[in-house]
């Protein structure tokens, strides 16, 4: 059974940045893990996700300011977020999808996504 616990979150001034962890405990052999967001009153976005083969997939508005990994031993993604904007303020949730194939590059379709972690508040000041 996939639990995730994310951790990281917090307040940054713009420009700085911040690293998200997240942790499957139940040591579940996972496909896609992922990262969302969440800003008050939008939908929840895609953000980043990556196989377990290591392929990636971005939204355009972090591409070259986030940088997404994982550890599969420890079954463990991070999210490594650089030159943070204000508009970066959101709730990240972790993500995993069981679906999509080891080799193909990651959905970002939130319906794609089985299992969610319980969020970190990220908040980028200006």
Known sequence: QVQLVESGGGLVQAGG???????????TFTYVMGWFRQAPGKEREFVAAISRSGRVNYVDSVKGRFTISRDNAKNTV???????????????????DQ??????????????????????QVTVSS
Request: charged share 20%; glycine share 10%.
């Open 17 to 27: 940045s911040l690293r998200l962890s997240c942790a499957d405990s139940g040591g």
């Open 78 to 96: 991070s999210l490594q977020m650089n030159s943070l904007k204000p508009e970066d303020t959101a709730v990240y949730y972790c993500a995993v």
């Open 99 to 120: 679906k999509t194939g080891v080799f193909s590059v990651p959905r970002s379709a939130r319906s794609d996504y089985d299992y969610w972690g319980q969020g970190t």
